[in-house]
């Protein structure tokens, strides 16, 4: 069975930084995406970035410069390095796994994002 696992989640003043961890154990598929969607209050999940087993990256405007994902193979997991933030950053994040041969996902439980003076 697969799991993943959020951590580094927190309360963060404006124009400061987080780091969030995804740690994905069981049997997965090594071609794969892993990415980092959020949520906030009132609001639809949306994918804010993303990584291919090969390393390549796309972002959402709305973090484009901001944000930098990235991933150890070797670990199975995913980093999104998160700078400058700002309040309207404030959200539940989650980390995803899309296996590209099976199409199966995965999602982990969530962390909270608070960015607030």
């Known amino acids: 069975q697969v799991q993943l696992v959020e951590s580094g989640g927190g309360l963060v003043q404006p124009g400061g930084s987080l780091r969030l961890s995804c740690a994905a154990s069981?049997?997965?598929?090594?071609?794969?995406?892993m990415g980092w969607y959020r949520q906030a209050p009132g609001k639809e999940r949306e994918r804010i970035a993303a990584?291919?087993?090969?390393?390549?990256?796309n972002y959402a405007d709305s973090v484009k410069g901001r944000f930098t994902i990235s991933r150890d193979n070797a670990k199975n997991t995913v980093y999104l390095q998160m700078n400058s933030l700002k309040p309207e950053d404030t959200a539940v994040y989650y980390c995803?796994?899309?296996?590209?041969?099976?199409?199966?996902?995965?999602w982990g439980q969530g962390t909270q994002v608070t960015v607030s003076l």
């Open positions: 995803n796994v899309v296996e590209i041969r099976t199409t199966n996902m995965y």
């Open positions: 069981g049997r997965i598929f090594s071609t794969n995406v």
């Open positions: 990584i291919s087993s090969g390393g390549s990256t």
